[in-house]
């Protein structure tokens, strides 16, 4: 059974950092794209970042978090992280990572396996 656990979400002041963390089980981690998306209250559902499989491998953004949000991944313990600074309030949502074989990242229906998703707040 494939798990995704993300955790590290809470509330910050606007200009200050979280690191979100997903820890994937229950599935060949390396094979997989890996993605963040996020949602608002009243919005839909929006890619953050995609971290392509193979460690080291290439990483996209969109452009409201480019230059302030990093994602890593560490194959050998089966986690991929977001680093989130300079936060503003309007990154204020639920964070969710998914999984997928996909090279339409951007996109949410790529993605086979989704994580119960974490609360990122940001307060101005």
């Known amino acids: 059974q494939v798990q995704l656990v993300e955790s590290g979400g809470g509330l910050v002041q606007a200009g200050g950092s979280l690191r979100l963390s997903c820890a994937a089980s229950?599935?060949?981690?390396?094979?997989?794209?890996m993605g963040w998306f996020r949602q608002a209250p009243g919005k839909e559902r929006e890619f953050v970042a995609a971290?392509?499989?193979?460690?080291?491998?290439?990483?996209y953004y969109t452009d409201s978090v480019n230059g302030r949000f990093t994602t890593l991944r560490d194959n050998a313990k089966n986690t991929v992280y977001l680093q989130m600074n300079s936060l503003k309030p309007e990154d204020t949502a639920v964070y969710y990572c998914?999984?997928?074989?996909?090279?339409?990242?951007?996109?949410?229906?790529?993605?086979?396996?989704w994580g119960q998703g974490t609360q990122a707040t940001v307060s101005s």
């Open positions: 998914a999984a997928g074989r996909t090279s339409t990242y951007r996109l949410a229906s790529g993605y086979t396996y």
């Open positions: 229950g599935l060949t981690f390396s094979s997989y794209t």
């Open positions: 971290n392509i499989k193979i460690s080291g491998g290439n990483t």
